[in-house]
């Protein structure tokens, strides 16, 4: 029995100036919408080497409805499905560049497909796992940003990560299979390291062994530093292809650094395990995605802080689209700072006013998406913070 078949509101969407058919993505925006929403961004498995988007949602490729994110789209999620260049087509970092492009131009792009620029995850199986987890780790490391391919303005961090029997580190692979019946291997898989034509050799453009710092740069776990979102880990115990030590590794430096992680254990679980397309497993990725995305707090930067004396800030409209107004009450006239900020914390601009004037400020200029604020008492140096959505 297949499921329905969803058509993308935008399909074949160029995220990079070219014509190539791995710089496309679909996106399916929920029916009737009118305002921002979170967005779950799918990227596929395959090898490094294979694959093409159409997984995501019951469609044409991938009729049988065997995919991971319909309950999201049904529960008022915009979906984005992403082609990147395979092995075939260029080496680590290339596709890597491809993934974050990706999230930069949904951000660059916001109003026209409905995301909310601060509740932005992502969600893959095998390769598009290592290639979530890499984009929750890395955040805005320059060396892997590919800005050169575009939307370069806006991060590609994201808000929430949820992976399935993913690479990590490329090192765990020889000797790291299951080996203690019944989910021990057999027969026992052997010689990736000094194998530059498996999938991880072709991914490189060399062997595990002979090129010990591209290993590194290209691994997951080089980049946790304590700052990563919530990451939701999946892996079935007797998996002969990814050994389940990736997903292990990860979950464990994530902790040790103080994150907030979770990882699923599937007993006896294969790679692409049969468990990974049910009601059931669908309905997590929802539980997850509502818990940190819908429900989350999303990229706000700081908490918000009351003056001592009570005062309070109001800034209309709120979505805005060419001009800003902005109101401070306090119990006498006082004098403030107010500042906006990107999301990456650049300073965009800064204004001097008195509190019982209201001041307004031009944002025609502005890209629409979210930004920051802050209006600072230079007297006692308490602030007010809150966020400022542009839509144009």
Same mark, same amino acid.
């Given at each position: 029995?297949?499921?329905?078949?969803?058509?993308?509101?935008?399909?074949? !969407?160029?995220?990079?100036?070219?014509?190539?058919?791995?710089?496309?993505?679909?996106?399916?925006?929920?029916?009737?919408?009118?305002?921002?929403?979170?967005?779950?961004?799918?990227?596929?498995?395959?090898?490094?080497?294979?694959?093409?988007?159409?997984?995501?949602?019951?469609? %044409?490729?991938?009729?049988?409805?065997?995919?991971?994110?319909?309950?999201?789209?049904?529960?008022?999620?915009?979906?984005?499905?992403? /082609?990147?260049?395979?092995?075939? *087509?260029?080496?680590?970092?290339?596709?890597?560049?491809?993934?974050?492009?990706?999230?930069?131009?949904?951000?660059?792009?916001?109003?026209?497909?409905?995301?909310?620029?601060?509740?932005?995850?992502?969600?893959?199986?095998?390769?598009?796992?290592?290639?979530?987890?890499?984009?929750?780790?890395?955040?805005?490391?320059?060396?892997?940003?590919?800005?050169?391919?575009?939307?370069?303005?806006?991060?590609?961090?994201?808000?929430?990560?949820?992976?399935?029997?993913?690479?990590? *580190?490329? /090192?765990?692979?020889?000797?790291?299979?299951?080996?203690?019946?019944?989910?021990?291997?057999?027969?026992?898989?052997?010689?990736?390291? *000094?194998?530059?034509? /498996?999938?991880?050799?072709?991914?490189?453009?060399?062997?595990?062994?002979?090129?010990?710092?591209?290993?590194?740069?290209?691994?997951?776990?080089?980049?946790?530093?304590?700052?990563?979102?919530?990451?939701?880990?999946?892996?079935?115990?007797?998996?002969?292809? !990814?050994?389940?030590?990736?997903?292990?590794?990860?979950?464990?430096? %994530?902790?040790?650094?103080?994150? *907030?992680?979770?990882?699923?254990?599937?007993?006896?679980?294969?790679?692409?395990?049969?468990?990974?397309?049910?009601?059931?497993?669908?309905?997590?990725?929802?539980?997850?995605?509502?818990?940190?995305?819908? /429900?989350?707090?999303?990229?706000?930067?700081?908490?918000?802080?009351?003056?001592?004396?009570?005062?309070?800030?109001?800034?209309?409209?709120?979505?805005?689209?060419?001009? !800003?107004?902005?109101?401070?009450?306090?119990?006498?006239?006082?004098?403030?700072?107010?500042?906006?900020?990107?999301?990456?914390?650049?300073?965009?601009?800064?204004?001097?006013?008195?509190?019982?004037?209201?001041?307004?400020?031009?944002?025609?200029?502005?890209?629409?998406?979210?930004?920051?604020?802050?209006?600072?008492?230079?007297?006692?140096?308490?602030? %007010?913070?809150?966020?400022?959505?542009?839509?144009?």
């Amino acid at each position: 029995m297949h499921a329905q078949i969803i058509t993308p509101t935008y399909a074949n !969407v160029s995220y990079v100036n070219d014509t190539s058919i791995k710089h496309k993505m679909d996106v399916f925006i929920p029916p009737g919408v009118n305002s921002a929403l979170p967005c779950v961004v799918h990227i596929h498995g395959g090898g490094f080497g294979a694959g093409q988007k159409g997984e995501a949602l019951p469609s %044409l490729y991938y009729p049988s409805g065997t995919t991971f994110c319909d309950s999201l789209y049904y529960h008022g999620y915009v979906i984005a499905d992403i /082609n990147y260049r395979l092995s075939s *087509d260029t080496l680590f970092p290339g596709p890597v560049y491809d993934c974050k492009t990706a999230i930069r131009f949904l951000r660059m792009n916001a109003e026209t497909y409905f995301v909310d620029t601060c509740k932005m995850g992502v969600i893959g199986e095998s390769a598009g796992g290592y290639f979530v987890d890499i984009l929750g780790t890395s955040g805005d490391v320059s060396s892997l940003e590919g800005k050169h391919l575009g939307s370069g303005e806006v991060t590609s961090r994201v808000q929430a990560v949820l992976s399935m029997y993913a690479t990590t *580190d490329f /090192n765990y692979f020889d000797t790291y299979y299951p080996n203690i019946p019944p989910d021990s291997c057999s027969p026992y898989p052997c010689c990736w390291n *000094d194998n530059i034509n /498996n999938p991880i050799g072709k991914f490189l453009g060399c062997s595990i062994s002979s090129c010990p710092e591209l290993v590194a740069q290209s691994s997951v776990l080089t980049y946790i530093d304590g700052n990563e979102p919530p990451f939701d880990i999946w892996h079935g115990t007797k998996d002969c292809t !990814v050994p389940p030590i990736q997903s292990l590794l990860l979950y464990d430096s %994530l902790i040790v650094h103080g994150g *907030d992680a979770v990882w699923h254990s599937i007993l006896h679980g294969t790679h692409s395990d049969a468990s990974f397309f049910t009601d059931s497993f669908r309905h997590n990725v929802r539980v997850f995605f509502d818990a940190k995305l819908m /429900n989350g707090e999303g990229c706000q930067p700081t908490s918000e802080n009351n003056f001592p004396f009570h005062s309070g800030i109001k800034i209309f409209p709120n979505p805005a689209s060419d001009m !800003v107004h902005v109101k401070v009450s306090s119990p006498c006239n006082q004098p403030f700072v107010f500042c906006v900020f990107g999301l990456l914390g650049n300073e965009i601009a800064s204004y001097h006013f008195l509190s019982q004037n209201i001041f307004s400020f031009p944002t025609k200029n502005y890209r629409s998406g979210i930004y920051f604020y802050r209006a600072t008492n230079p007297i006692n140096g308490e602030n %007010l913070n809150g966020k400022l959505t542009i839509s144009k």
